[in-house]
Nanobody
Framework: QVQVEESGGRLVQAGGSLRLSCATS????????MAWYRQLPGKQRDFVAY???????NYADSVKGRFTISRDSVKNTVFLQMNSLKPEDTAVYYC?????????WGQGTQVTVSS
């Protein structure tokens, strides 16, 4: 049973920006640490960023200073603002809990950054 829905991915030029969204239920949103992950072609899913119920955040070194994770408590949605995008950011982006739960993966949203 999918409990998250990611959206916002598309093709963008290097240096551009995107905002990804992850909608989930209110109970999950208010209780758990939510995180973004990404899966590059042929690679495993890697951690990108997390945000806790209190708003505490943390980022992978590869995205620090470029990506910002935030949450909207009214909409039960987690966002990932991605700036200064690079071709190596091309991946399918997923949201899940931290640590990720096997039954919680959604379909993801494809981000493609052209050089």
């Amino acid at each position: 049973q999918v409990q998250v829905e990611e959206s916002g991915g598309r093709l963008v030029q290097a240096g551009g920006s995107l905002r990804l969204s992850c909608a989930t239920s209110g109970t999950i949103f208010s209780t758990y640490v939510m995180a973004w992950y990404r899966q590059l072609p042929g690679k495993q899913r890697d951690f990108v960023a997390y945000i806790g119920p209190s708003g505490l955040t943390n980022y992978a070194d590869s995205v620090k200073g470029r990506f910002t994770i935030s949450r909207d408590s009214v909409k039960n949605t987690v966002f990932l603002q991605m700036n200064s995008l690079k071709p190596e950011d091309t991946a399918v982006y997923y949201c899940n809990l931290l640590p990720p739960q096997r039954d919680f993966w959604g379909q993801g949203t494809q981000v493609t950054v052209s050089s």
